[in-house]
């Protein structure tokens, strides 16, 4: 988890992909259609986490930057209108969303939710029935 230069610690998560994904949701499942190859393809599945402010300094039984939180901002909205951090902010986690350690921790992610959209049955929604 990088701290911004803004002083912001960030981080990325796909919790709320895989969640869904296990439970059979039928967007997540087409969001992760057989043409999904990469994490750069389902960058709107990756949320970005800001952190709360911590309030007593990090000790070895309550280790970081404090309680996670959802930014309300996706993978792609880093560098879209959405996304109000400076320029500096945007360098700094692009750097470290590039580095080897974060994009093998986010591959990793990546295969379990293909993993479970290929073998969770997905619950079809009702008002799609007949469409097809």
């Not at 039928?26 to 994490?39: Q, S």
């Not at 039984?61 to 560098?79: F, K, N, R, V, W």
């Amino acid at each position: 988890m990088p701290q911004l230069p803004s002083g912001q610690h960030v981080s990325i998560s796909l919790d709320r992909a895989l969640n869904g994904a296990g439970n059979g949701n039928f967007a997540i499942a087409l969001m992760v259609e057989p043409g999904v190859t990469t994490p750069s393809d389902i960058g709107d599945l990756i949320d970005i986490l800001y952190y709360r402010a911590r309030s007593a300094p990090p000790t070895e039984e309550t280790p970081g930057a404090g309680e996670p939180y959802l930014s309300g901002l996706c993978l792609t909205d880093i560098y879209a209108e959405k996304c109000k951090w400076s320029a500096a902010d945007k360098a700094a986690f692009h750097a470290w969303y590039r580095r080897p350690r974060t994009q093998e921790w986010l591959r990793e992610q990546f295969e379990e939710l293909v993993r479970l959209v290929e073998t969770v049955p997905v619950d079809e929604p009702g008002e799609l029935r007949g469409m097809f």
